[in-house]
């Protein structure tokens, strides 16, 4: 049973631990909220072609701010105050537990945000970002069976079985996202591949943070390491979802920069970085056809069922084509 499982949300806290705790947690969950609204107004300064990534970014922001008002009303909730101590009550466990459901949709997100900056494009694109997203999801998974489900501290060899499951779905989504940016890394100008490798380090090593903390719940327990698990997985989590985003938003910045004054792409306003400007504003270029031309190449639309039913076959109107 999943109650009969130890772990660090049964340990008795310290009224200076437990407001440690609460500090660290409701800052991370303010510094989000403040991310969340940064993403929101600059989603415009980048182009369509590197939209994902502030999407991607915006539903981090979002889903980590869900999970960390869970977490806070978990906190209040889960530990009862007794004297100057605060004992773990059943619900204290979920203070640990929805990380894991957090983690299981931001980073599999993460993984597509910096994938969305790489040079990658059409099926090849397509395909690495399911292998990431895949790996991301079952790295999480599988680590959340071995902290909750059927491992746990007093199954320390079910715990490092699932763990080590866990870890090989990170070596992989590891290798994948490396793969991408190394093939990403010659094709931008030097100013964009060094903000891609700079967000590529943030946020793969401060993945190594949660195998770690993983690894800290097998050998040690008591109030103090589950403060400084609590701790850790909030300096962690603000660095990579706002440090890491912030880094891939330059990159996608840059990039639509770059697309315009090469005049692959246009944009509506000029692109700033750090009072530097990159590009003005790019318009859309006059084209000019011939009288009987046409822009695109026209493409037969299949009529409806009904439609075919209701109405009588016509001869196409000469009209049409040269319009």
Request: aromatic share 8%; proline share 4%; net charge positive.
């Amino acid at each position: 049973m999943i109650d009969q499982i130890g772990g660090p949300w049964t340990a008795t806290l310290t009224s200076s631990q437990y407001l440690l705790t609460l500090y660290f947690v409701v800052v991370a969950g303010l510094a989000l909220l403040a991310g969340l609204v940064r993403t929101w107004i600059t989603r415009g300064e980048v182009g369509s072609r590197y939209r994902s990534a502030s999407v991607a970014r915006l539903t981090v922001a979002a889903v980590a701010i869900a999970s960390y008002l869970g977490i806070i009303v978990a906190f209040r909730t889960g530990y009862h105050a007794t004297g100057t101590r605060f004992e773990a009550a059943a619900g204290s466990m979920l203070v640990f537990a929805l990380r894991y459901m957090d983690w299981s949709i931001t980073v599999p997100l993460l993984t597509m945000e910096l994938l969305s900056v790489c040079v990658l494009a059409g099926a090849r694109a397509r395909r690495i970002g399911v292998i990431a997203m895949v790996g991301a999801i079952l790295m999480i998974f599988t680590g959340f069976l071995g902290a909750f489900i059927l491992g746990g501290t007093s199954r320390p060899s079910m715990m490092l079985l699932w763990g080590g499951v866990s870890g090989v779905f990170w070596i992989i989504t590891n290798v994948v996202l490396i793969r991408a940016v190394r093939v990403s890394l010659p094709r931008l100008t030097p100013e964009s591949a060094i903000l891609l490798r700079n967000a590529t380090i943030v946020l793969l090593v401060g993945w190594i943070i949660y195998p770690i903390v993983y690894l800290i719940q097998i050998y040690t327990g008591g109030g103090g390491w589950a403060t400084a698990i609590q701790i850790s997985l909030c300096i962690a989590d603000v660095a990579i979802k706002i440090g890491f985003g912030e880094l891939v938003h330059r990159v996608a910045k840059l990039r639509t920069a770059e697309d315009v004054r090469a005049g692959d792409d246009v944009h509506p306003e000029s692109i700033w970085i750090s009072s530097v400007k990159q590009s003005d504003a790019g318009i859309a270029r006059a084209v000019y056809l011939a009288t009987d031309a046409v822009g695109h190449v026209r493409r037969p639309r299949p009529p409806s069922t009904s439609a075919v039913a209701a109405e009588p076959e016509q001869d196409p109107d000469p009209a049409d084509d040269e319009r």
